[in-house]
């Protein structure tokens, strides 16, 4: 899953992305609100973390712009202020969740968690496809009894794949979500990890494979008997 924070306190800013990133998420950050929103309306990101009192636009607009160009990513709001009228303004532009600073750490993944609950695609902590499943909190592959660990990028693109089973993906989407814009990595990097994720679905002894569509991407499926 991907999250992007904007918010004008870099340091603050900075933790929460190294705290998220730890929890397996993929995380873009943005240091005020013009680049907050052109990054937002890019519609690549699961979750939306935004800071009111921002330099260029406040995170208020930024909101009320994302939900009148029919944005439905869902937005959780930070603010300095306790002030009730910050929060009841922004739970009217559309906002899902409001949280004011300073905050625990710890509250403030269990409200990204419950956001991403309610999402359609997301199935909790646990996602299955085929035979396999895949555990967010111990990051592994399990099938049957059998697990195995993955590292943090085979997570995230086998969590990519099973959250859009059915559909094929794009190798520049996975280095989107994945990696960020201003990543240097290439397309032969999502080639390495798809083949280490093979490796791995094969150890377990799982009929679930990750095919390769030519010119298009990856997709799963379900080997034949």
Avoid: H
Wanted: glycine share 8%.
């Amino acid at each position: 899953m991907k999250i992007l924070l904007v918010d004008d306190e870099r340091q603050l800013t900075d933790a929460l992305s190294s705290i998220l990133k730890k929890n397996n998420f993929a995380v873009d950050c943005a240091y005020n609100g013009e680049d907050g929103l052109d990054l937002a309306l890019s519609g690549i990101y699961d979750l939306i973390v935004l800071d009111i009192m921002m330099p260029k636009i406040d995170g208020l607009s930024v909101l009320k712009t994302l939900r009148e160009s029919k944005c439905d990513t869902p937005i959780l709001m930070l603010s300095a202020k306790s002030d009730i009228s910050d929060k009841i303004i922004g739970l009217n532009l559309g906002a899902d969740d409001y949280i004011a600073k300073p905050f625990d750490t710890n509250e403030l993944l269990a409200r990204i968690r419950a956001l991403l609950r309610r999402k359609a695609t997301f199935t909790g902590d646990v996602l299955s496809y085929g035979d396999i499943s895949l555990d967010r909190d111990t990051v592994k592959l399990l099938k049957g009894e059998k697990s195995i660990a993955l590292g943090k990028k085979e997570f995230q693109i086998l969590e990519m794949l099973i959250l859009n089973a059915g559909k094929s993906i794009d190798k520049e989407k996975f280095i989107e979500k994945i990696w960020g814009y201003d990543t240097d990595a290439e397309y032969n990097t999502i080639e390495v990890y798809v083949s280490f994720l093979r490796k791995k679905l094969n150890a377990v002894g799982s009929k679930t494979e990750i095919k390769s569509l030519r010119g298009i991407g990856y997709t799963l499926g379900v080997k034949n008997d």
